[in-house]
């Protein structure tokens, strides 16, 4: 790609290129990195944009710059070209990401019982035994109610039906 000059471009010129070419063409005259804010203001500048296009614009520069090759993010918002530091291109060109190693079933197995998730099964089996155990007893306590169930007879043979108020009284003094 041919460099571009900025300074000897016409208007028309300029307002032909894109965003991201003015970019690139900026970095490369003034051989310096740039916070985004400020690329923008100077790109307003040599463009002569509006306030209107900015805003409609401004999120496709941030796009281009992120996925255009050409340039690096320096961390707190500032931008430079990836030319300037070689070291950090081939470091990146060099180091492929790392695949996590798969787990066997055993380490699966120790995760699952170190998180908790088994005693759960043990809590069920307690709770269901628990709850057998008081199921028996109500059991047990309804057969003993059905032996002290009376019949009138059996309680009741040793008082008269002729039995009044006063004979009771007289039999406590």
């Known amino acids: 790609m041919c460099t571009l000059n900025l300074k000897e471009m016409k208007k028309d010129e300029l307002q032909e290129l894109s965003m991201i ?11 310096k990195p740039y916070n985004f804010n400020d690329l923008v203001k100077e790109i307003v500048q040599i463009k002569q944009m509006t306030k209107k296009d900015v805003n ?39 180091t492929a990401p790392v695949n996590p190693r798969k787990k066997t079933a055993k380490e699966e197995e120790d995760d699952l019982m170190v998180d908790g998730f088994d005693g759960f099964d043990d809590e069920f089996e307690d709770l269901e035994d628990e709850l057998d155990e008081i199921s028996n007893e109500e059991d047990a306590d309804e057969e003993d109610d059905t032996d002290d169930t009376f019949t009138e007879k059996d309680d009741l043979d040793g008082f008269d039906d002729d039995d009044s108020e006063d004979d009771l009284e007289e039999e406590e003094e």
């Open 56 to 94: 409609e614009r401004i999120s496709f520069l941030y796009t281009d710059l992120n996925i255009d090759g050409r340039f690096l993010t320096l961390g707190d918002n500032n931008w430079g070209l990836k030319s300037w530091y070689p070291h950090e291109q081939s470091e990146e060109e060099i």
């Open 21 to 31: 070419e003015v970019t690139y063409a900026l970095m490369k005259e003034k051989r």
